[in-house]
Nanobody
Framework: QVQLVESGGGLVQAGGSLRLSCAASRSIVSINLMGWYRQAPGKQRELVATIASGGTRNYADSVKGRFTISRDNAKRSVYLQMNSLKPEDTDVYYC???????????WGQGTQVTVSS
């Protein structure tokens, strides 16, 4: 079992930046895919960015060029640097960890990001 705790959310003006952090309770070396997802009330959760254990990154088209995902296995953490934020980025952001060999899929409790216009 891996617990994930997000932090770094908050209120920011459009054009501003935030850095989200996700700390895992155990080693993430065996976690194939770490990612960030977001969800608005009444909507489906959507992918924001993922990073594989080998470092391959994948981004939603809506955040390419503005967001950067990174992971630090030594610190058991994954990060999401968000720049040039827009009001439409307002959502609850969730950290995810997926281990393909077991099918284990873990989620954090979410952190609110609000971008004012």
């Amino acid at each position: 079992q891996v617990q994930l705790v997000e932090s770094g959310g908050g209120l920011v003006q459009a054009g501003g930046s935030l850095r989200l952090s996700c700390a895992a309770s155990r080693s993430i070396v065996s976690i194939n895919l770490m990612g960030w997802y977001r969800q608005a009330p009444g909507k489906q959760r959507e992918l924001v960015a993922t990073i594989a254990s080998g470092g391959t990154r994948n981004y939603a088209d809506s955040v390419k060029g503005r967001f950067t995902i990174s992971r630090d296995n030594a610190k058991r953490s994954v990060y999401l640097q968000m720049n040039s934020l827009k009001p439409e980025d307002t959502d609850v952001y969730y950290c995810n960890a997926y281990r393909s060999i077991t099918g284990d899929d873990y989620w954090g409790q979410g952190t609110q990001v609000t971008v004012s216009s």
